[in-house]
């Protein structure tokens, strides 16, 4: 399927996510309710703060990460409102002109947010950005977006599962813009994600070292 590795990045998705567990479990609460309470107007800041996140935790392993940084996302407030905003309107587009076609424009611009909050594009070069860039491997990205879709709802059908299921989708889709373009001062593209490695033990004092 192209470049579009779905097992892959779902693994590693999980790989990441299992590590910092109850952080994630409480993003993914933010994002849930500030979405919600607003009518989904903070859906892009804080998805971006998300994204953020997860990005540093791709460049820099040894990064813990803290809820209090999805606030990153409101620094980049006004282009991750309008890319939530004009994004979110093309892909409706597909509703409106055939019921999958929604899964065909959101495939188009998934990688619109991403590009914001870790190039610190503007919404429209974003948007455009990522048109150019998934239509290169279009089925492969619409299958994507199914699959996280019905990850996402078979969570909001069990109870609070969505508390791991969207945790789900924004890492894979981290994954997946790393893997298309790379991170600026980080993992080039296509680079999987490396733990990072437990200091050793320090060896107890030896006999007439005086500690």
């Not at 500030?34 to 994204?51: A, E, K, V, W």
Request: charged share 10%; aromatic share 10%; with cysteine.
């Amino acid at each position: 399927m192209g470049n579009v590795k779905i097992g892959d990045w779902l693994s590693e998705a999980w790989t990441i996510i299992s590590e910092d567990l109850v952080t994630h479990i409480l993003l993914a609460l933010i994002v849930w309710l500030g979405t919600g309470i607003t009518g989904g107007l903070l859906s892009g800041p804080l998805m971006g703060g998300y994204l953020w996140i997860v990005f540093k935790k791709m460049k820099d392993p040894s990064y813990t990460p803290q809820v209090g940084d999805i606030a990153k996302g409101f620094e980049n407030f006004v282009q991750l409102l309008l890319v939530g905003i004009v994004a979110g309107i093309i892909a409706s587009v597909g509703v409106i002109a055939c019921g999958v076609g929604v899964f065909f424009t959101s495939a188009l611009v998934i990688l619109a947010l991403p590009l914001v909050v870790e190039r610190n594009m503007g919404f429209w070069p974003a948007i455009t950005e990522s048109i150019n860039k998934t239509k290169q491997d279009l089925m492969g990205w619409v299958v994507f977006v199914l699959v996280v879709g019905l990850l996402n709802a078979l969570g909001g059908a069990v109870a609070i599962g969505f508390l791991i299921t969207l945790p789900i989708m924004v890492v894979a889709l981290a994954i997946g813009y790393r893997a298309v373009y790379g991170l600026s001062g980080g993992a080039p593209a296509a680079a999987g994600y490396v733990a990072p490695t437990p200091e050793p033990p320090m060896a107890p004092p030896g006999p007439g070292t005086g500690v």
